[in-house]
């Protein structure tokens, strides 16, 4: 009876430790977590049931600001996170007072989009209700039940952000359906972004590197935007998207797993006329749930399809549901894209400011089941979790013996 009791009380304990081994903000990356206090920084608690994975752990949930640790190259040259439809939140609120009947692409605010690292977003803009609206709809219409809200609130959010982060860059992408004359112009200067408005003048015309991101910054000209109506370039200096950028096909064609071509609109993938690459991976209906599965090794592989396609690393990764993965996700795989175009490593935190390109520290990359971006290999360590301190370990000890001395004096008096 003794022996089962010390049995019992042994793997009570084991479990009971490695239960409390890290909280409070102390779990890393694949620990397994209660709640998003359990994780340290940059990361959340969340799990991925698309690959089994049912119990949750700490996720990556923050880009690493990549001009921290190379600065001075050309805008060109960086690779950022980019949400898809970053407007269509679940669970925003209805602004007409009709229920919205459409679909969501990502989870949070743009206000935390950006706090998470993102610096693309794809906005829908429609002329609606005499303004311009931020809307999920269909040829070309905006409706009160796929209308979202006035463009300049998610543009103020942006401004807000460039005022309050002086040395960072956002990209916007518009889907345009605006007619009304100068209505861009009118509601990103109702926003206050005109201050930040990198001028078409500026913009390489022929596939040139553009200005640097240091230049960028020390002039003040944060915000480089791109329309899809031809027009707008002339009429408002709002840059035409398919003369600056190439882009691969939206939707299931993106996700395809070995093919990467371009869309329609777009010169192809390998042309030397523009110098900026959008890769698209978001499949035509969006997954909330299966998300964390394609930001796995699936995304791993059509990086490197699209850069078989294009001869370039992508400059944008646009994505749905961007924080969803079963581990380092789409942020692990920026850190490889900026480490191969910044220094020719395999993780940008390999890169060492003023070394020779190639010539990187000895840094482990997060394993993706997936060979490293563009063929480069990975040097992979396992992932620690954080351990109890031995104060701790000694009360949870003393508490544990406690608990088993009580439980053997239960079962004594119980027997006579």
Known sequence: MFRVMVSRFLAGFALFIAAYACSNGNCQLLSSCSNARDCGSGLYCGSCPAVGEYNPVCI??????????????????YSWLTTHNAFSILGEPSYTGTPRVTFYNQEDTVTNQLNNGVRGFMLDMYDFLEDVWLCHSFEGQCYNFTAFEPAVNTLREIETFLT??????????????VHAPKGLTKVFSEAGLSKYWFPV?????SGEDWPTVTYMVANNLRLVVFTSMSSKEASEGIAY???????????????????????EESTP??????????????????????????????LMSMLNACYQAAGKVPNFLAVNFYMRSDGGGVFDAL?????????????????????????CKNVS??????????????????????????????????????????????????FF
């Open 335 to 359: 850190d490889r894209l900026n480490g191969r175009s910044l220094c020719g490593c395999n993780t940008v935190a390999a890169c060492q400011p003023g070394a020779a390109n190639g010539v």
């Open 164 to 177: 309050s982060n002086p040395t960072e860059i956002v990209t916007i992408f518009i889907e345009d359906y």
């Open 365 to 414: 990359v997060p394993s993706i089941s997936s060979p490293a971006t563009h063929g480069s290999s990975s040097s992979t360590q396992p992932l620690q979790t954080s351990q109890a301190s031995l104060p701790q370990l000694l009360s949870l000890w003393v508490l544990y013996i406690y608990i088993a001395i009580s439980s053997y004096a239960a079962v004594t008096f119980s």
């Open 201 to 205: 003048s500026k913009m390489p015309k």
């Open 241 to 263: 998207q398919w003369r600056y950028v190439v882009e691969n096909e939206p939707g299931d064609s993106g996700v395809r797993s070995g093919s990467c071509s371009n869309r």
């Open 60 to 77: 990556r949930g923050q880009a690493n600001r990549v001009t921290s640790v190379v600065n001075g190259l050309p805008y060109n040259k």
């Open 269 to 298: 993938l390998n042309s030397n006329a523009a110098s900026l690459f959008l890769e698209n991976y978001f499949t035509t209906i969006p997954d909330q749930s299966g998300t964390c599965k394609d930001h796995s090794s699936a």
